[in-house]
């Protein structure tokens, strides 16, 4: 028996126990089935506390639109208002965007099913006013991505005004940091820390290359203590 066994059962003054914890913590039993945490497990309650607190951030860094992982996206439902619905369309792609590593907005349209026709005039609000083919657009896709774009070039290209092609600069920000590096956006870099250490990769390799994209130096304590929280060892 350790010194401190004999307190398991007492409840400090002013602190009431709850039995539903875990079904009252926001999201609490939604993410503990989710990732297979046995909450009788001392070190799988330690994960599903990070977890939550994870997906939380998240949450409120993406104004309150936030899936677990890529595979759990769905296939968008139809708002029967027109505007509202254009709106679902760019708020799921951008999300999108930001809390995963994909590499091309048609694979999150093949996602949640719709048309690159739709996503265009959702995008735009109907400014955009032409077809596009996915093969013009994957063109545009790799020219939005190019370390150093010039706008300019793009709307020449293009031919895109310009309100247009800025719009989509902001859209693939997240994607051009993760190609290139540009940029201090800390919580994309995270997450790409995160997803390497995730990954399996070596502890050398994840703080080479987190050093050369972003300019940061981790520690092998700092991947060694989120692989433990993770029970990734």
Known sequence: MSEHEWLDDVTPIGV?????????????KRIAETMGYNL???????????????????????????????????????????LVHWKNIRETVINAV????????LDVLDKIEIPLSEFMVAMTTNKFGRYIS??????????M?????????????HGIIRNLVIAFRDLYEPMVIRLHGQGN????????????????????????FI????NITYSTDAIRYY???HSLN
């Open 40 to 82: 009788s497990n001392r070190q799988d309650i330690l994960s599903w506390l990070a977890s939550v607190t994870d997906f939380h951030d998240k949450y409120i860094e993406s104004s309150g639109t936030c899936v677990l992982d890529y595979d759990s996206l769905q296939p968008l439902v139809v708002d029967p208002n027109l």
């Open 16 to 28: 009431s126990q709850d039995s539903l914890a875990i079904q009252n913590m926001w999201m609490g």
């Open 134 to 143: 996915r093969k013009e657009f994957l063109e545009f896709e790799q020219d």
């Open 211 to 214: 050093k050369q994209k972003y």
């Open 98 to 105: 930001r809390q995963f590593p994909v590499t091309s907005i």
């Open 227 to 229: 692989r433990k929280v």
């Open 145 to 157: 991505l190019e370390k150093g774009v010039i706008m300019s070039k793009i709307v020449i290209k």
């Open 185 to 208: 956006d800390m919580t994309l870099m995270r997450k790409e820390f995160h997803d390497l250490i995730r990954a399996g990769g070596k502890t050398e390799e994840i703080i080479a």
